[in-house]
């Protein structure tokens, strides 16, 4: 009898086990190229950063491309840093990145990300049928007549809903008051105004390399 049940037992973990994977495959769909699976893996790393001091938006981010105001009594800058900390994480991944506070680049404001990929033939509103890779930066909130956005996160997973991936946010505010977190099913924003919809992605592509 024991020995029944402890094959029964075998044969239910094993089940569990393939059925894990099953769901994780369709989940993760096809492989991913080199530079998306940088991106995942750099944004992934970087969850549980908090801004210094911990009740600003003082942080390394923006502090790498000399963005916000320098008023944190160390190396951080002052500012809103979403859009900082995907640029950033694009950047250490070897995508293509021109950072500049001017039209056409990509910057602090959350918009230029939805710009730049529409002048790099790289943005995917939802409803197009694009479905999200992980590597894209999702745009959230988007007003395209006033060219503002509230928020952007970096795609780590499509969760079946073309409208509400796994992301990861920069500049987070659910577990902390200015905190790089996981975003599970993301529909909306993880900013202050939550109520901000997911407008759309855009890819990231190669850096070109120096001749």
């Known amino acids: 009898m024991r020995h029944r049940r402890f094959i029964a037992y075998v044969l239910v973990v094993v089940v569990f086990g393939v059925?894990?994977?099953?769901?994780?495959?369709?989940?993760?769909?096809?492989?991913?190229?080199?530079?998306?699976?940088?991106?995942?893996?750099?944004?992934?790393?970087?969850?549980?950063?908090?801004?210094?001091?911990?009740?600003?938006?003082?942080?390394?981010?923006?502090?790498?491309?000399?963005?916000g105001v320098d008023d944190c009594g160390n190396d951080n800058r002052d500012e809103e840093w979403c859009a900082?900390?995907?640029?950033?994480?694009?950047?250490?991944?070897?995508?293509?990145?021109?950072?500049?506070?001017?039209?056409?680049?990509l910057n602090g404001d959350s918009a230029s990300f939805y710009v730049w990929g529409?002048?790099?033939?790289?943005?995917?509103?939802?409803?197009?049928?694009?479905?999200?890779?992980?590597?894209?930066?999702?745009?959230?909130?988007?007003?395209?007549?006033?060219?503002?956005a509230v928020h952007v996160a970096i795609v780590i997973a499509a969760s079946g809903n073309e409208a509400a991936p796994d992301v990861i946010n920069g500049d987070g505010d659910r577990t902390g008051y200015s905190v790089v977190e996981v975003g599970d099913n993301q529909a909306f924003a993880d900013a202050k105004q939550k109520g901000a919809a997911l407008s759309g992605y855009v890819s990231p592509t190669t850096a070109p390399t120096s001749s």
């Open 118 to 148: 529409t002048d790099h033939g790289t943005w995917h509103p939802v409803g197009s049928g694009y479905a999200p890779q992980p590597g894209d930066v999702a745009v959230y909130g988007l007003d395209t007549s006033a060219v503002t």
């Open 84 to 105: 900082d900390f995907a640029a950033w994480v694009w950047k250490q991944a070897g995508a293509e990145v021109t950072y500049q506070l001017a039209p056409g680049y």
């Open 19 to 67: 059925a894990v994977l099953v769901v994780r495959q369709i989940r993760g769909g096809p492989p991913l190229s080199p530079l998306r699976a940088r991106i995942v893996s750099i944004a992934q790393g970087q969850v549980g950063y908090q801004t210094d001091p911990p009740d600003s938006y003082c942080n390394k981010f923006s502090a790498y491309w000399y963005a």
